[in-house]
């Protein structure tokens, strides 16, 4: 069953402006990942962020993660079309640790 | 090449046939995944495997079959397809699973008809 569910399903922005997605989540976990995945293509890692944190950069990048409201938001600043993708958030939680997807934002960056 | 390479790309098989989806990685991965993705229900884990000849099932692994005699290597079958799974496969590879970024091929559109 999915763990991770985003917000918005879909997004669409100008240029330039800053997107902000959202993940909530169900039970406790170890650590949350953002993946971007454009068209046709396979997942490609962006960012993770254990449980013990709270916000994390990379780039154009920011993560947050609220343990409390198990929740976490990915922010992109600054955005270029190239970001037109969907993003995933997937969670590890258990003993087993597997990743667990929730369903996608797709992004849509106009130039 | 170093990475992660899912043949075919595409495929078209019949209702009921066998086919099998291979996957290869280069890093010597302990951890490799199926997940299939389909319009709605993001990605789904169909098995997966911690090292050569182990293998556990994930969330949706009726109907589907792996094995995992080397490292390197993660074959997929669909003993007899039916249309539900019709569907984009993805294999993915880890140094750990969960706590360390997943490495995905480039997918494998399966068409059953």
């Known amino acids: 069953s999915q763990q991770g569910e985003e917000d918005p399903q879909a997004l669409s922005i100008q240029e330039g402006e800053n997107a902000t997605m959202n993940c909530s989540y169900k039970t406790s976990i170890n650590n949350l990942q953002w993946y971007r995945q454009n068209s046709g293509r396979g997942l490609v890692h962006l960012i993770l962020i254990r449980s013990n944190e709270r916000e994390k950069h990379s780039g154009r990048l920011r993560v947050t993660l609220d343990t409390s409201k198990k929740s976490s938001s990915l922010l992109i600043t600054a955005s270029r079309a190239a970001d037109t993708a969907s993003y995933f958030c997937a969670d590890s939680s258990g003993s087993a640790r597997q990743l667990t997807f929730g369903s996608g934002t797709q992004l849509t960056v106009l130039p | 090449d170093a990475g992660i390479t899912q043949s075919p790309r595409y495929k078209i098989t019949e209702t009921g046939r066998q086919v099998t989806l291979m996957c290869h990685q280069t890093?010597?991965?302990?951890?490799m995944f199926w997940y299939r993705q389909d319009l709605g229900h993001g990605l789904r884990l169909i098995y997966y495997?911690?090292?050569?000849?182990?293998?556990d099932k994930g969330e949706v692994p009726d109907g589907y079959v792996v094995s995992r005699s080397k490292t390197e290597n993660f074959p997929l079958t669909l003993e007899s397809a039916t249309r539900s799974q019709t569907s984009v496969y993805f294999c993915?590879?880890?140094?750990?699973?969960?706590?360390?970024?997943?490495?995905f091929g480039q997918g494998t559109r399966l068409t059953v008809v």
């Open positions: 495997s911690a090292a050569a000849d182990i293998t």
């Open positions: 890093w010597s991965h302990s951890y």
């Open positions: 993915a590879s880890s140094d750990e699973v969960g706590t360390a970024e997943a490495f």
